[in-house]
């Protein structure tokens, strides 16, 4: 989508009991920051200011941006003045009961906004990686032994697969990288729903009573384009989800 276009777009209102994920692809990503202005807080705008890259700049303006249209469709124009911070780093919105999260990679901003759960997005773009055997000793040995028995043309896909579940989940609960990654697993196979596996019992505190509960979650991979992976989490069974991609 081009920057211009955003402000005309409609954005789609988050129903009761699903999640809704709505992507961006950003065209011309230099012009996004510009067009972002209408959407985001000064504060934002300030935030963004300070990166050395503009790419990176749009994406973190674009991701704003989108987290407060879809809020205001859901409820209303007046809902959304600034975001805070938890103390892990979670962007939240005052006052809403909703949670949402945000997630850019390349030209990709996702945002799923939940009314009824913890829910957590990841998009990664799969560039070459050359090195996935080794980054695989991150993860769960179950992971790691899944992954390193693929044959050499498939670990690649696979780990990403892993990774975006993974981070999913870590940003659903909100605790950031003070989950260990070792505390629990995804499957890795291409299923693409139902991919939580197992949590023990190390989890950091506060987390171990959601993450014990694997069939307690939604959990989907997203069919975006062929150079990216994206999976969303929600902490709660049965949930609809219902994509969106802007382009
Ligand atoms: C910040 C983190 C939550 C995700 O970061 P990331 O994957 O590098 O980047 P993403 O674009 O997907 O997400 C960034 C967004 O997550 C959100 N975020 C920040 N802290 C968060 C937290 N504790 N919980 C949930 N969301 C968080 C913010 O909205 C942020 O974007 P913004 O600052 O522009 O608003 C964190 O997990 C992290 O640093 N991960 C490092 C990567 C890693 O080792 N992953 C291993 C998986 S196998």
Same mark, same amino acid.
């Given at each position: 989508m081009l920057a211009q276009h955003f402000c005309n777009w409609r954005a789609p209102s988050a129903p009761e009991k699903s999640i809704l994920c709505v992507g961006l692809e950003l065209?011309?990503?230099?012009?996004w920051p510009c067009q972002c202005a209408l959407h985001t807080s000064p504060q934002e705008q300030q935030e963004a200011g300070r990166y050395l890259h503009i790419e990176d700049a749009a994406r973190h303006l674009a991701g704003r941006a989108l987290a407060r249209r879809l809020l205001r469709a859901a409820f209303?124009?007046?809902?959304?003045a600034e975001f805070a911070r938890s103390p892990y780093g979670k962007p939240f919105c005052p006052g809403v009961s909703a949670d949402f999260s945000i997630s850019h990679s390349g030209s990709m901003v996702w945002v799923a906004l939940c009314r009824c759960a913890s829910v957590g997005i990841d998009v990664e773009s799969?560039? $070459? #990686?050359?090195d996935a055997a080794e980054l695989t000793?991150?993860?769960?040995p179950q992971e790691q032994k899944d992954l390193l028995s693929l044959p050499q043309a498939e670990l690649q896909t696979a780990f990403y697969r892993c990774w975006t579940r993974k981070e999913a989940i870590i940003k659903a609960v909100g605790?950031?990288?003070?989950? $260990? #990654?070792?505390?629990f697993s995804v499957?890795?196979?291409?299923?693409?729903?139902?991919?939580i596996a197992s949590f023990t019992a190390n989890a950091a505190q506060g987390t171990a009573t959601m993450l014990?509960?694997?069939?307690?979650w939604t959990s989907l991979d997203i069919r975006t384009t062929e150079d990216y992976q994206c999976s969303v989490a929600a902490h709660s069974p049965c949930l609809d989800v219902v994509v969106c991609l802007a382009r």
């Open positions: 065209e011309n990503i230099a012009e209303g124009q007046d809902c959304v799969m560039r $070459p #990686l050359p000793s991150q993860l769960h605790m950031g990288l003070s989950i $260990p #990654l070792q505390s499957n890795t196979g291409p299923q693409d729903s139902g991919w014990e509960d694997g069939g307690q």
